[in-house]
């Protein structure tokens, strides 16, 4: 348990293994909170190899909080296109205006502070307290809970909040004033490169090798426990990639809930037949003159499941398709550079040579 656990034992090893063995990140070379805040708000949900070239570009493009803070919303989710969940760049620009209106643009050297700003949570305050400003204070994600559980054998629910409180709650007392942003890494580290999520671990090479209970016990299927998912909803849908010879027609996404304000390819409820879709075009005003089927995908999001069929269809002019306000016809340069079209559609992107995330 590892309430019983003396955590403080940890700490040393694990800043002296991360200082040889760190990885060379670009948000490793800044101190900069608000660099820092972008990366660790990019890194949630997003692999670290995917992260590396939406870092830079962001910051090249939004180099501040207050170039943040008046950055125009289409712009805004075209710079986040391709790494999904667009709540948290949306966030990210509510507490960037916020910051800009309290305090200057600039980031509070305060972790509760830090905590009460819109989309940061008691791990993304404790990661920009600590690395950007070394206040002690935890950050526990996903890699810090499991690499824990393991070492103190410890087999709370890591699915539940109640435990990222509790391990919280435990590591405050014990953070080192001296390092506590690298301690924190040090530990996400261990979790990204030594006791990974979904392979056996690599505890020969981990600096808590003699100092932890699973390892001793070979117990690996047993820690961390994780409670059973509940079942996502299945959604059929038929997207439309209706085209005339130079324009393409996509539409806005209402600006609540799944995929808010973003743009997409038309799309309807059900798995259309070819002749289906052809009259829905039709109804709508164009006249069809080509249609191809395209690949089955799938896009699986946190509580639905999104079954999808395709269609190519060509008309001879797309004029008057669509509803007013929120359809577009626009040519494929002009949603290249400037519509963020999530990766829910990337499957069908590419038969129009749209390049996701560019
Ligand atoms: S010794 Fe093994 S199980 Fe324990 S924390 Fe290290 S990698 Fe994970």
């Known amino acids: 348990m590892l309430e019983d656990y003396d955590l403080k034992n940890l700490i040393s090893p694990a800043l002296a293994w991360f200082e040889a063995n760190k990885r060379d990140l670009p948000w490793r070379k800044t101190k900069d909170p608000y660099g820092i805040w972008v990366s660790e708000i990019m890194l949630q949900q997003t692999r670290v190899e995917a992260v590396k070239g939406y870092y830079e570009r962001f910051l090249d493009s939004l180099p501040d909080i207050s170039s943040l803070a008046q950055c125009e919303e289409d712009r805004l989710l075209k710079l986040w296109e391709g790494l999904g969940y667009y709540n948290r760049v949306r966030n990210m620009q509510k507490a960037a205006r916020l910051l800009v209106e309290k305090y200057e643009g600039r980031m509070p050297a305060d972790y ?37 559980c393991r070492v103190a054998e410890d087999d709370s629910d890591i699915r539940q909040e109640k435990t990222k409180k509790k391990v919280t709650d435990l590591l405050f007392p014990i953070m080192p004033s001296e390092k506590p942003g690298s301690f924190n890494q040090a530990m996400m580290e261990i979790g990204a490169i030594r006791c990974l999520p979904n392979a056996a671990p690599l505890c020969e090479k981990c600096p808590w090798k003699d100092l932890c209970g699973t390892r001793r016990q070979g117990a690996f299927e047993r820690y961390p426990y994780r409670s059973p998912l509940k079942e996502r909803r299945i959604e059929k849908r038929t997207v439309l990639l209706i085209m005339d010879g130079e324009r ?111």
């Open 112 to 148: 509760s502070e830090v905590l009460h700003l819109p989309g940061i949570g008691a791990y993304t305050a404790g990661a920009i307290a600590s690395i950007a400003f070394d206040i002690p204070a935890p950050a526990v994600d996903g890699n810090v809970l499991r690499i824990l």
């Open 248 to 358: 393409i027609a996509i539409e806005k996404r209402p600006k609540e809930g799944l995929l808010a304000g973003l743009y997409q390819f038309p799309n309807l409820l059900g798995h259309l037949t070819r002749r289906e879709a052809v009259d829905y075009v039709r109804q709508q005003g164009p006249d069809p003159v080509y249609i191809e089927t395209l690949p089955a995908a799938k896009h699986v999001f946190s509580h639905i499941e999104w079954q999808m069929r395709g269609y190519l269809i060509r008309v001879s002019d797309l004029s008057g398709f669509g509803e007013e306000g929120s359809t577009l016809l626009l040519e494929r340069d002009r949603i290249q550079k400037e519509y963020a079209i999530p990766s829910a559609f990337a499957a069908y992107t590419r038969y129009i040579n749209l390049e996701k995330g560019k």
